[in-house]
């Protein structure tokens, strides 16, 4: 029996976020040593809130670490409209009871500390603003060589963005630490915008959804509402991405991925390019590879995963509360 892949999960919950962490915090094949706030769909202390009601909420079999989101320039100066999607907490206003905690570390030591107890061992998936992972590699100049795999749920290669014509929302947000990373020795996996767009979730999804007496079912059937409206009044279309979740996807069934090595940036400046992903695409390119990038994936195995992944997650929080 293979051994369950260690991982943190960097989020900034957000309802796909929230989709994520229901799925890989039951998965057999994920070992979830810890979870780490950061802002980006809601402020950085709304962000620790919502993860650590998510986490207490659907009460894993083994609670993992938590790391507290810190404030940040790039977090200051972001635009607010940019967190309207699921709400001004993220949630859709769900409200989920948390109880208050005196203290909590802040997410970069806890990335440094479960790297360095587990060197090589330690996939991060970075779902996201890459503001914890660069804090974190600039806190142990180490740590990039010390981790297993980063999986970045971001950028696009030839797609437009998603927050501007050029950008992606969570490289948008911190430029400047998605440069850091992307520059730095780690190994790295960029699950792009040309991949995630690709799958739509319809409403026809809450027929398939784990039953409302479940935690992940009442969890996501609270939830889940306010993404198909934000998405039907933002982007006009009757379904939602779900991008975070098919990062996860990459993680746990990478054969089901199409991925090639590129040598990728970020643009830090311009008026229209900041947070704007570019790879060096041509024959020859100028830098050395620096990143695998999925380009493709096969879209309906994939979408069979997530619906039969939520529906075990449910299944095993039922027999582990037995």
């Known amino acids: ?41 809601c402020s950085p202390a709304q962000a620790t809130r919502n993860m650590q009601a998510i986490v207490e ?31 001004p907490d993220g949630l859709g206003g769900a409200d989920l009871p948390v109880a208050e905690r005196q ?3 802040p997410a970069e030591k806890v990335i440094c500390d479960q790297v360095r107890a587990a060197p ?9 603003p890459l503001t914890n992972i660069a804090r974190a590699f600039q806190r ?11 999986v970045i749920a971001g950028g696009a290669v030839a797609v437009s963005g998603n927050y501007t014509a050029a950008a992606e929302f969570n490289i948008h947000c911190d430029p400047v630490a998605a440069q850091a990373v992307f520059r730095s020795a780690s190994t790295k996996t960029l699950i792009p915008l040309d991949v995630t767009n690709r799958i739509t979730l319809s409403y026809d999804l809450f027929n398939q959804l784990p039953d409302e007496s479940t935690r992940v079912g009442a969890l996501l059937r609270k939830i889940l509402p306010s993404a198909f409206r934000g998405y039907r009044q933002r982007f006009g279309i009757e379904g939602i991405h779900v991008h975070d ?7 746990l069934y990478p054969e089901l991925f199409m991925a090639q090595e590129m040598a990728g940036n970020v ?3 311009g008026e229209l ?19 695998e990038v999925a380009m493709d994936l096969e879209k309906e195995k994939v979408i069979e995963k997530i619906i039969r992944g939520l529906n075990s997650a449910a299944g095993r929080e039922e027999a582990s509360a037995e």
């Open 273 to 291: 390019t900041t947070g704007m992903t570019v790879f060096d695409r041509r024959r020859i390119p100028s830098r050395q590879y620096n990143m």
């Open 103 to 105: 203290h909590m570390l």
């Open 267 to 269: 643009e830090t400046m």
């Open 140 to 150: 142990d100049p180490e740590l990039p060589s010390l981790v297993g795999r980063v």
């Open 57 to 87: 909420g659907l009460d894993p079999p083994r609670l993992p670490r938590m790391g507290a989101a810190s404030e940040s320039e790039a977090d200051s100066g972001r635009p607010a409209e940019g967190r309207g999607l699921y709400g």
């Open 120 to 128: 090589d061992a330690i996939t991060i998936v970075a779902l996201g």
């Open 1 to 41: 029996m293979e051994m369950a892949r260690k991982v943190i999960l960097d989020v900034d919950p957000g309802v796909d976020d929230a989709l994520a962490l229901s799925f890989a915090l039951f998965h057999p094949g994920l070992d979830v040593v810890a979870v780490t706030a950061v802002g980006g769909n």
């Open 245 to 251: 979740t098919i990062t996860l996807m990459a993680v």
